[in-house]
């Protein structure tokens, strides 16, 4: 039985142009409260400076704690098209697997709000992203108009 147990797509006929996708570890999607090898669920969002919408909603089966890197690639493979993956932790395998498949680990304090971290994150994109959230803008959408010329300095892939 494979460890991807639900997953939710939704469809929209004119979606207004996304910049990026980005992943929350949560249980409620509210709050990103799960470390991300563990976590049961993934709420995915496509954002822009304007607007921030879900996409997928990925939920998992449990898995035994001595699984090990066998419960990554499933949860990895759903994020596949992430910028950004936001949790409470994230092992050093794992962080190792995100980031060669071009995936930003983005640790937070306990319990942050999702709806906070989206508005941060609009508002970077509007005042003009980080060197990672640049270079990973540039991954996602070689065309996203002002952000193709930024440097992205910090981590390599």
């Given at each position: 039985?494979t460890p991807l147990e639900r997953q939710l797509r939704v469809i929209e006929s004119d979606p207004e142009p996304e910049i990026l996708r980005v992943a929350f570890a949560t249980t409620d999607r509210e709050y990103v409260n799960q470390h991300f090898g563990s976590a049961r669920a993934f709420?995915?969002?496509?954002?822009?400076?304007?607007?921030?919408?879900?996409?997928?909603?990925?939920?998992?089966?449990?898995?035994?704690?001595?699984?090990?890197?066998?419960?990554?690639?499933?949860?990895?493979?759903?994020?596949?098209?992430?910028?950004?993956?936001?949790?409470?932790?994230?092992?050093?395998?794992?962080?190792?697997?995100?980031?060669?498949?071009?995936?930003?680990?983005?640790?937070?304090?306990?319990?942050?709000?999702?709806?906070?971290?989206?508005?941060?994150?609009?508002?970077?994109?509007?005042?003009?992203?980080?060197?990672?959230?640049?270079?990973?803008?540039?991954?996602?959408?070689?065309?996203?108009?002002?952000?193709?010329?930024?440097?992205?300095?910090?981590?390599?892939?």
């Amino acid at each position: 039985m494979t460890p991807l147990e639900r997953q939710l797509r939704v469809i929209e006929s004119d979606p207004e142009p996304e910049i990026l996708r980005v992943a929350f570890a949560t249980t409620d999607r509210e709050y990103v409260n799960q470390h991300f090898g563990s976590a049961r669920a993934f709420v995915i969002y496509a954002v822009n400076e304007r607007r921030a919408r879900v996409v997928s909603i990925c939920e998992f089966t449990d898995m035994a704690d001595d699984d090990g890197d066998e419960k990554l690639g499933p949860r990895i493979d759903q994020l596949r098209d992430c910028a950004a993956v936001y949790c409470r932790a994230c092992g050093a395998s794992a962080v190792r697997q995100l980031l060669m498949h071009g995936i930003q680990p983005v640790r937070v304090t306990d319990d942050a709000s999702i709806s906070d971290l989206l508005e941060a994150l609009q508002e970077e994109l509007r005042a003009g992203p980080s060197s990672w959230l640049a270079k990973a803008i540039r991954r996602q959408a070689p065309g996203a108009g002002r952000f193709d010329s930024m440097e992205a300095d910090g981590w390599d892939e």
